[in-house]
């Protein structure tokens, strides 16, 4: 080792000085060891590798500092790169601050879930959304499941996996996003309609024509 220091100093003070530089013998064992570094390096890229169509880059975000910069608004954001898990802190306090990943994910899972339960519990026990909750057991059952779909969201997060980077054919995170807000918009207006307005359950007629 030492040797082969001292040649490549000599190589190199002699190009400097004019002197023609030396011819030295290529180092086997550096370039075995280069090899064998390189496949290291390849084999774990390809372990680490999803499935072909499974993984996608999360979708560029305009950061809302600049549409709301200079503006008390401005408070409430972070920058995007903090934002994301795979950029940013991992932490629970912040992966459901107001503006993580995490709160709209979750609300968005449950209404979906809630909203398509809901129709088909009204049909079966001819039961409102208020009804079933308080008279029967969909409070249980919310009780069990929420626990369920709040860890399977916020585990891979925790692995620095944003939501927005898993799609499969048609579900993906845009089509998820929208579909979420459609349902948590739907489940509150069901709720206000069934109370306020019809005093019983929206498809509560279904169930008296099947006479279940």
Known sequence: MAASTMLSRASYLGTVAGVPSLKLKPNVNTAFLGVRRNV????KQTDDTPLPGTKVDPEEKEDPLRIFGGSPVEKFFRPEEERRPEDGNTSPDSLMKFDGPAPET??????????TWAFVAEIITGQSVWEQVTEGRGLIWFLFVAPIIIGATLIPMFNRESPDSRANGPFNA????????????????????????LKGPLLGFVHSSLNL
């Open 106 to 115: 979750i609300n968005s899972r449950l209404a979906m879930l809630g909203i």
């Open 174 to 197: 845009q089509n998820e996003r929208w579909n979420g807000r459609a349902a948590m918009i739907g489940l509150v207006a069901l709720l206000v309609t069934e109370n306020i307005y």
């Open 40 to 43: 290291v390096v390849y084999a």
